[in-house]
T-cell receptor, first 114, second 114 residues
Framework: EADIYQTPRYLVIGTGKKITLECSQT?????MYWYQQDPGMELHLIHY???????EKGDLSSESTVSRIRTEHFPLTLESARPSHTSQYLC?????????????FGPGTRLTVT | KNQVEQSPQSLIILEGKNCTLQ??????????LRWYKQDTGRGPVSLTI?????NTKSNGRYTATLDADTKQSSLHITASQLSDSASYIC?????????????FGRGTQLTVWP
C-alpha cells in the first residue's frame, strides 16, 4: 500500500471559510497531483507539480491554489469556500522509477460546504 | 478528443459469480491502460497496468485484457466476493507529455450480493 496521506478525511465547513487540505507522501516522489471527483463521475485533474517550487493548473478550472515547498508535502487551499466546492478531493503521486506509469492515491478528503 | 467510456455503468451479481467490465478509449497516442478499484470513500487502488504490447494481465482473481487495435479493454473478475463491491475505473495514459496525463472513465459500480 502506498504511503500517501490526506487530512482531514471529512470536513464540513461554512461558506466563506478558508480551508487547507493536507497531502503528504513518504516515497520521495517528485510528481504530485490533485484531483476532484463528484459522485458517480470521473476524476478531474485540478493541479499538479513536477517537484519543489513547481505548480501547474490541471484540466479542470479550480478556484483552489496549491504550493510545493517540500517534496513530501502538497497542500491545497481554498481562500473562501462555497457550496460549489463540495466534492471529494484526491491527492496522488507518481513513481519515476516506473516512468511515471503508476500513480498512487491517497484516501481522499470529502469536503462539504454549507 | 481523448475519452474513456466504460460499461455497464452499474452491475449487480451474486457472490461466487464471474463478471466482465468493458472499457473503450480514444486516447492517442496511447501509453498504457490501468484498471483501478475504488472503494466507497477511498482513493483508487491499482489492479493492473498494461502497455501497448501487452494484451492480458492478471492479478489474482482479476484479469485484464487489452486490444490496442480496437482500443478496447476488459476486466474479468472470477469467483466474486462481497469485498469486490466497489467502483472499477479504467484509466488511459497518453505519451504525448512528460506529465503522463491520465484520462479517467466514470467507472462501473459493482455490487456483489450474498
Amino acid at each position: 500500500e502506498a504511503d500517501i496521506y490526506q487530512t482531514p478525511r471529512y470536513l464540513v465547513i461554512g461558506t466563506g471559510k478558508k480551508i487547507t487540505l493536507e497531502c503528504s507522501q513518504t516515497m520521495g516522489h517528485d510528481k504530485m497531483y490533485w484531483y476532484q471527483q463528484d459522485p458517480g463521475m470521473e476524476l478531474h485533474l485540478i493541479h499538479y507539480s513536477y517537484g519543489v517550487n513547481s505548480t501547474e493548473k490541471g484540466d479542470l478550472s479550480s478556484e483552489s491554489t496549491v504550493s510545493r515547498i517540500r517534496t513530501e508535502h502538497f497542500p491545497l487551499t481554498l481562500e473562501s469556500a462555497r457550496p460549489s466546492h463540495t466534492s471529494q478531493y484526491l491527492c496522488a503521486s507518481s513513481d519515476p522509477e516506473q516512468g511515471e506509469r503508476e500513480q498512487y492515491f491517497g484516501p481522499g478528503t470529502r469536503l462539504t460546504v454549507t | 478528443k481523448n475519452q474513456v467510456e466504460q460499461s455497464p455503468q452499474s452491475l449487480i451479481i451474486l457472490e461466487g459469480k464471474n463478471c466482465t467490465l468493458q472499457c473503450n478509449y480514444t486516447v492517442s497516442p496511447f501509453s498504457n491502460l490501468r484498471w483501478y478499484k475504488q472503494d466507497t470513500g477511498r482513493g483508487p487502488v491499482s489492479l493492473t497496468i498494461m502497455t501497448f504490447s501487452e494484451n492480458t494481465k492478471s492479478n489474482g482473481r482479476y484479469t485484464a485484457t487489452l486490444d490496442a487495435d480496437t482500443k478496447q479493454s476488459s476486466l474479468h473478475i472470477t469467483a466474486s466476493q462481497l469485498s469486490d463491491s466497489a467502483s472499477y475505473i479504467c484509466v488511459v495514459s497518453d505519451r504525448g507529455s512528460t506529465l503522463g496525463r491520465l484520462y479517467f472513465g466514470r467507472g462501473t459500480q459493482l455490487t456483489v450480493w450474498p
